[in-house]
């Protein structure tokens, strides 16, 4: 399958596991091939078995890895919260790209979120969008 089931969350600072925020939390993340290589090479190189997570590790530090790592690429520094509207956006400006009709549904189901915070925190990438539309009036 191209899929992780997201079920659980870690709760945050800790490593205690948890159900997940909302009931939109509970879903299926689809990844493109590579990505799904990428995480069975993962899962099998650190032996992870059944309902074992994948990654078993707080905010903390991934924060710290972030920054470390940024700062040898000589990059800025996100959040790792920052990944996730990145994703976003990317998703958002793909459906531009490509002509399609930005889809809210399949983006808020991606992130776990509702269409409504989807489409109130990310529809200003769009503006531009808009206005052509007006002038095919």
Do not use: W
Not at 22 to 46: A, H, L, P, V
Not at 85 to 95: F, G, N, P, R, T
Not at 112 to 129: I, M, N, P
Request: glycine share 4%; hydrophobic share 35%; aromatic share 10%.
């Amino acid at each position: 399958e191209r899929y992780v089931s997201i079920n659980k969350s870690i709760l945050h600072y800790s490593k205690i596991m948890s159900s997940p925020k909302t009931k939109n939390s509970y879903r299926k993340s689809y990844f493109n091939k590579s990505n799904i290589e990428m995480m069975k090479n993962y899962i099998e190189n650190k032996g992870i078995k059944g309902d074992e997570t994948m990654f078993n590790i707080v905010d903390q530090a991934v924060a710290f890895k972030i920054k470390k790592y940024a700062k040898l690429a000589g990059i800025k520094s996100i959040t790792s919260h920052g990944f996730r509207h990145s994703c976003c956006s990317m998703l958002i400006q793909a459906y531009i790209d490509h002509n399609l009709t930005i889809n809210f549904k399949q983006i808020s189901s991606h992130l776990g979120d509702t269409v409504d915070t989807v489409y109130q925190v990310y529809s200003h990438l769009y503006e531009d969008e808009k206005k052509k539309i007006i002038d095919l009036l």
